[in-house]
Structure formats: structure tokens, C-alpha cells
Nanobody, 126 residues
Framework: QVQLVESGGGLVQPGGSLRLSCAAS????????IGWFRQAPGKEREGVSC????????YYKDSVKGRFTISRDNATNTIYLLMNSLKPEDTAVYYC???????????????????WGQGTQVTVSS
């Protein structure tokens, strides 16, 4: 069973940076994707970025393109989300999630992901 543990959240001023980490265990040798999602109070969970295990393809929500970068360390099974130029609207609980890819690629659709971490709070405020 896949287990995911996020870390790295915190309070940062607008324009600042944070790097989130997602430590994954129980990963099998199959085609999967790991994504970062976020949920702000009163809003639906939304996809931020994801990365494919097959070829490292990366996908981003439009509003974070050019500011956020997803990466992975295969040696430690850790997925990172580097967030630069943070804005108050980036404030949310950030989750990483995993799914095995069957058929079409899941991209940033939360309902396609089956394993979730507990989340880490990111607050962007002056």
C-alpha cells in the first residue's frame, strides 16, 4: 500500500518561496503519477502539478506555471514542489497524491488519485 507524507509547509511573505516534500513508500514498479493538490477554506480541492513515473512528464495548473516546479528524487522516492513568487491566493493545505495509471493519464483530476497524504499548510501573508 502506498503511503505519502508531506512536509515543508509554513508561513511565508508574498513573493517568498517554499519547497514542499512528499516522501512516498510502497511504490510498485508500475506506471504511476504523483500529483500535488491544494484546498483552501471553502473551496474545492484543485490540482497544482503532477509528474509521470514513466518519462518524467510534468503538468501544471495555469496559475502556477513559471512559479512552481515539480521534481522527483528516484533514489529516495521523494517528490518536491518548489514554489516561488508566492501569492496570498496560494494559501491552502497542500496534499500529494498517487495513482497507478490505467488508460488515460489522470493529469490534475483529484478523483483519479487513490492514495493521499495528510497535507501540509501553506500560508502566504505579510
Amino acid at each position: 500500500q502506498v503511503q505519502l507524507v508531506e512536509s515543508g509547509g509554513g508561513l511565508v511573505q508574498p513573493g517568498g518561496s517554499l519547497r514542499l516534500s512528499c516522501a512516498a513508500s510502497g511504490l510498485a514498479r508500475n506506471y504511476y503519477t504523483i500529483g500535488w493538490f491544494r484546498q483552501a477554506p471553502g473551496k474545492e480541492r484543485e490540482g497544482v502539478s503532477c509528474i509521470s513515473s514513466r518519462d518524467g512528464s510534468r503538468y501544471y495548473k495555469d496559475s502556477v506555471k513559471g512559479r512552481f516546479t515539480i521534481s522527483r528524487d528516484n533514489a529516495t522516492n521523494t517528490i518536491y514542489l518548489l514554489m516561488n513568487s508566492l501569492k496570498p491566493e496560494d494559501t491552502a493545505v497542500y496534499y500529494c497524491a498517487h495513482t497507478v495509471v490505467y488508460g488515460t493519464f489522470p493529469y490534475l483530476r483529484p478523483w483519479r488519485y487513490s492514495s493521499w497524504g495528510q497535507g501540509t499548510q501553506v500560508t502566504v501573508s505579510s
